[in-house]
T-cell receptor
């Protein structure tokens, strides 16, 4: 089956620093990738949709200058949390759309803790 | 705008028995997909079952089956012969184009 990886799986950083999270589709080309945020015991909240080679589309209320998304290739999308603050602490999940079978596959998630 | 509602925050079932998780949705579109995803404690999202709205036949995957009622906009998941490994959060999701619209989730507890 199609596999999506995320790196790192856990990251702890100090307030004010920037953190980059990578999302890779390992065995397929993903024209579209999605970034979600999940709070404890809650559902997934879509942050943005990224298409290879173009600017990401952010959901209402998501600060695009804080959450920078780059979809530089058909297998890699990155989410950079800039000037992170404790309120940015959360579980971040990416998914990648496999066009040939019209299915989304999810990464294992990244737990971000900002001290 | 489309919405997905899961009215059961938590369900419990005895091992080997059957449980049904409820999901309703609201949409004005006629062509869409519905999904059930499982999120175990590892938090890896796993697709359980998928239903295309144009198909009248209910989808099944081994012990998992759905009851899709298009007119009622209902999409319930039945888990037969529940196993300890079925314990997880279950999310119902709707998709008409690329984006998934998520329900709030139901926590399924399996009693040994």
């Amino acid at each position: 089956g199609a596999v999506v990886s995320q790196h790192p799986s856990r990251v702890i950083c100090k307030s004010g620093t920037s953190v980059k999270i990578e999302c890779r589709s390992l065995d397929f080309q993903a024209t579209t990738m999605f970034w979600y945020r999940q709070f404890p015991k809650q559902s997934l909240m879509l942050m943005a949709t990224s298409n290879e080679g173009s600017k990401a589309t952010y959901e209402q209320g998501v600060e695009k200058d804080k959450f920078l998304i780059n979809h530089a290739s058909l297998t890699l999308s990155t989410l950079t949390v800039t000037s992170a603050h404790p309120e940015d602490s959360s579980f971040y999940i990416c998914s990648a759309r496999y066009p040939l079978i019209d299915e989304q596959f999810f990464g294992p998630g990244t737990r971000l803790t900002v001290l | 705008a489309q919405t997905v509602t899961q009215s059961q925050p938590e369900m419990s079932v005895q091992e080997a028995e059957t449980v049904t998780l409820s999901c309703t949705y609201d949409t004005s579109e006629s062509d869409y997909y519905l999904f059930w995803y499982k999120q175990p404690p590892s938090r890896q999202m796993i697709l359980v079952i998928r239903q295309e709205a144009y198909k009248q036949q209910n989808a099944t995957e081994n012990r998992f089956s759905v009851n899709f009622q298009k007119a009622a906009k209902s999409f319930s998941l039945k888990i037969s012969d529940s196993q300890l490994g079925d314990a997880a959060m279950y999310f119902c999701a709707y998709r008409s184009h690329y984006q998934l619209i998520w329900g709030a989730g139901t926590k399924l507890i399996i009693k040994p």
